[in-house]
């Protein structure tokens, strides 16, 4: 034991030593954050406010109706089918009913492989709300059919679709055995003119084309990261 003229202080217990100086040392960071997020709860409350998560959820036909989803008419909506307009369709006499959508295959998505993007867009403004995926009956002369509700227009069933929708969306499935051959003819004609071969390899590809530009995000935003940290130097 130390004596009482050794001139040596007391140690100060580690407890002690911790509480003493301690302060916020990230103000900076803590207030851009602040900022970061109150932005974008902003940004959410809005987009559920203003914004309609059905057409995500659902999908919108042809007329703009979301499936499934009443809409009164007004205002230069023509509101969703009536009893009436849905007698004659064979997917689905109430409306209510009609949660998924099915797009019909329009051939120049495949034989017009120099414009894919302009083709999946028209197809996609040509979606049809159906309470079941249709399901080809594999006849070239007399196929099944999807009308349209308030026009006199009908779609040929000529792929099926896959058992798993994504979204209440029919996603085809080409090589189902009741798909039909010229349709299978076609995909196998896009494939051979583009190189793709399924989805993965489409995704691929455009990731390739875009790889430039990716590179520079990625090595900006790299970049940025190190100019902060050293920033982060002379306010801390």
Known sequence: RMGCCSGEKEPVPMQERIRKGRSCTDCLCFLV???????????SVMAFRYGNTDYLM?????EGNVCGKEVEPGGGVPGTPTVADLADNLYGSDWASRSKIWYPLDETLFTDPQDITSNLKKVLHLGICVDECPMPNGKLLSPNKVKWYRENREWDVWYASRNQT???RCIPDLDHPNTSAIVKVLAQ???D???IGSMWQYLEAELFDGKWVLLIGIGTGVLLCF????FLKFTV
């Open 33 to 43: 954050w602040i900022i970061f997020t109150a932005a974008w709860v902003f940004v």
């Open 58 to 62: 659902f999908g919108v036909d042809y």
């Open 189 to 191: 004609q896009f494939r």
């Open 227 to 230: 100019v902060w940290i050293f």
């Open 166 to 168: 994504i979204l209440n």
């Open 193 to 195: 003119n583009t190189g």
